[in-house]
């Protein structure tokens, strides 16, 4: 398989988690899960024994994209550079492992929801109440290796000129955004909520636009890079002394 192929491939499986994160977590979640509200997410999840079992199948689609997005965007930095593949790979599938927990306890919630002799003697409103809580933890803590695989993505696309170089610096600012929005929204009570939102937001941009450079461009020939190094020689002295 050639790196265009390979490039679409990873692009595809990373449209799948924007896709599969965008209607479960931004969409299904919040109109099922209400914050601070265990009797009326109990509810919800009892009432809408439908949606709430999408919502966990979604969550788990998150983890199967997340995953392969994961690997082939180690295959597709491989040859250029081996250790931020890695470092994508490896950040990635940490990622998908906290996503998986909270499917689980999303999926724990929805059963209890359904049929509550599950727990029986037990209160099914506090029990949902701390697994919706585990299950956003579990989304705040895994946002410090979503934010993680960003950094060498982008730092990879900065070395190698084989993406735009405005992308790979977007991607790497995007990363270290998100896991400063994870350390401040789970360090900081009473954070404020344009903070924890806004430090994501460069991380979306460059997510997108790697998303679309992928499908629509692939990844540039390295003799196109080449050349383009050839014209800016700091960045060309970055590039081959960096140990990624």
């Known amino acids: 398989m050639n790196q265009q192929t390979t490039a679409r491939v990873t692009g595809a499986w990373y ?18 899960y209400v914050e ?38 180690y295959k597709l930095y491989r040859p250029v550079r081996p250790v931020a593949g890695v470092a994508v790979a490896a950040f990635g599938l940490v990622n998908a492992v906290a996503v998986m927990a909270s499917a689980v306890f999303m999926a724990t919630a929805t059963a209890i929801a ?6 029986a003697g037990g209160d099914p409103t ?16 895994g946002a410090l290796f979503f934010g993680l695989w960003l950094i060498p993505m982008g730092w990879a696309a900065v070395t190698t000129r084989r993406f735009p170089v405005a992308l790979g610096w977007i991607l790497v600012v995007g990363g270290c955004g998100y896991v400063l929005s994870a350390l401040i929204g789970s360090g900081l009570a009473g954070a404020p909520g344009w903070l924890v939102d806004g430090l994501t937001v460069p991380a979306s941009v460059g997510e997108f636009w790697m998303i679309g450079y992928l499908l ?13 190094a050839a014209t800016h020689p700091v960045a060309s002295d970055a590039a081959s002394t960096s140990p990624s």
């Open 15 to 32: 449209l799948g988690l924007a896709v599969t994160g965008g209607l479960g977590f931004l969409l299904l979640r919040p109109a099922l």
């Open 36 to 73: 601070g509200d265990p009797a009326a997410t109990l509810d919800n999840l009892a009432t809408q024994q439908g949606l709430s079992r999408l919502a966990v199948v979604l969550e788990m689609g998150v983890v199967v994209t997340q995953a392969l997005a994961a690997v082939w965007f």
């Open 114 to 119: 359904g049929d509550r002799s599950l727990i």
């Open 126 to 141: 506090a029990t949902v109440g701390v697994l919706q809580l585990l299950s956003a933890n579990a989304w705040g803590v």
């Open 216 to 228: 629509v461009r692939g990844i540039r020939p390295e003799t196109s890079a080449t050349g383009l």
